[in-house]
Nanobody, 114 residues
Framework: VQLQASGGGLVQAGGSLRLSCAAS????????MSWYRHTPGKQRELVAR???????SYADSVKGRFTISRDNAKNTVYLQMNSLKPEDTAVYYC?????????WGQGTQVTVSS
């Protein structure tokens, strides 16, 4: 199983980006999907999580600005990021529970300029 993340880039403060993460390989089940982010010198932070049934939860720092969604038919999770702030700058990683095991994507850089 492999996870491929995409959609990062450079954006001005107030702008938007949409991240995607698709799982491929021998997939029998996919449970929770999450997005984390990491900034050098800080611990990896859980940004958003979505259950199989579509129930979503968010870090306080992104509530009202980010939206996580999933396409079960495509084994893909998305993160729509609006009203981006410089403090959102980080490497974003997707995490999926596939076949009851945790798999991480390779990370995609998001840089928000002020």
């Amino acid at each position: 199983v492999q996870l491929q993340a995409s959609g990062g880039g450079l954006v001005q403060a107030g702008g938007s980006l949409r991240l995607s993460c698709a799982a491929s390989g021998s997939i029998f089940s996919v449970n929770a999907m999450s997005w984390y982010r990491h900034t050098p010198g800080k611990q990896r932070e859980l940004v958003a999580r979505i259950t199989t049934g579509g129930s979503a939860s968010y870090a306080d720092s992104v509530k009202g600005r980010f939206t996580i969604s999933r396409d079960n038919a495509k084994n893909t999770v998305y993160l729509q990021m609006n009203s981006l702030k410089p403090e959102d700058t980080a490497v974003y990683y997707c995490l999926m529970v596939v076949n009851r095991l945790d798999y991480w994507g390779q990370g995609t850089q998001v840089t928000v300029s002020s």
